[in-house]
């Protein structure tokens, strides 16, 4: 599968900002796990802020593996080829 330049059209802005560092990340340090940025602003953002990262990885365009307990160790992983 390959990743494109630019978001897809439709994505929430939480949505789009979140896969653009993907992409960003990937870019400039292909070799290096790409850990979930902390989310910036208030708390009560923080639900939306994972709600973006599921439906990231509902339309196939991540994967994150969430081995640990706080978000900012999950990793953001290219998603499954089929």
Not at 28 to 52: I, M
Request: proline share 6%; charged share 15%; net charge positive.
């Amino acid at each position: 599968m390959t990743l494109t330049a630019t978001p897809p059209i439709g994505l929430s802005i939480n949505q789009r900002n979140l896969y653009m560092y993907f992409l960003n990340h990937k870019k400039k340090y292909s070799n290096t796990p790409c850990y979930v940025p902390r989310c910036s602003g208030q708390n009560s953002r923080l639900e939306q802020y994972l709600n973006a990262l599921n439906k990231l990885e509902q339309y196939g365009l991540i994967r994150v593996d969430r081995s640990t307990d706080n978000y900012t160790g999950w990793i953001i992983l290219n998603p499954k080829s089929t």
